[in-house]
């Protein structure tokens, strides 16, 4: 049996390649179950945990400045933030929904919530208000049974 050098070398070089792809592959997985502990972190706070952590965000200065004089819409695909939840500023009703075509109503009154994460204890916010151009990050945290703000950054888009 006559094997040369370069059929060597090559199948050295595939076998490093395929080592490689399964190291990705397991760095991937491990990735991608972190991501899903995460999901199923935030869909398991309660709908109680949903409404309060939106009316502490409702009553920030920051942001009620923008809809403060309007009746005005939430939007968000989270399934536990839906019309169930009882928030109001100033004695008004905030309807929420669920589903863009839903979104019949005037554009410019709806908020939406873009994006919540959760890490380690903390859940951050992501909220956009098109009309205003205003986009805005919060981060919240649990302290003795308490939603308490513990971060909050507001910039124009």
């Known amino acids: 049996m006559n094997i040369d050098k370069d059929e060597i070398k090559m199948k050295y070089i595939v076998l490093i390649l395929l080592l490689g792809i399964c190291w990705n592959c397991k760095d991937s997985t ?17 709908e109680k945990d949903y409404e309060v952590i ?25 399934k536990n933030i839906n019309s169930k ?8 009703k905030i309807i929420i929904l669920n589903q863009k075509n839903l979104l019949s109503v005037n554009q410019r009154d709806i908020f939406e919530i873009t994006k ?19 986009s ?22």
């Open 116 to 134: 919540i994460e959760l890490k380690g204890n903390v859940v951050k916010v992501s909220l956009h208000y098109s009309f205003q151009g205003m």
């Open 30 to 46: 491990k990735n991608t179950s972190q991501k899903n502990q995460i999901q199923n972190s935030v869909e398991n706070l309660s």
């Open 136 to 157: 805005s990050e919060i981060s919240l945290t649990k302290v003795n049974n308490m939603w308490e703000i513990i971060d909050e950054h507001t910039y124009e888009t």
């Open 54 to 78: 939106l009316q502490k965000i409702l009553n920030l200065k920051n942001i009620n400045q923008y809809f403060h004089k309007r009746e005005f819409y939430i939007y968000s695909e989270n």
């Open 85 to 92: 939840l009882n928030l109001k500023y100033r004695n008004k």
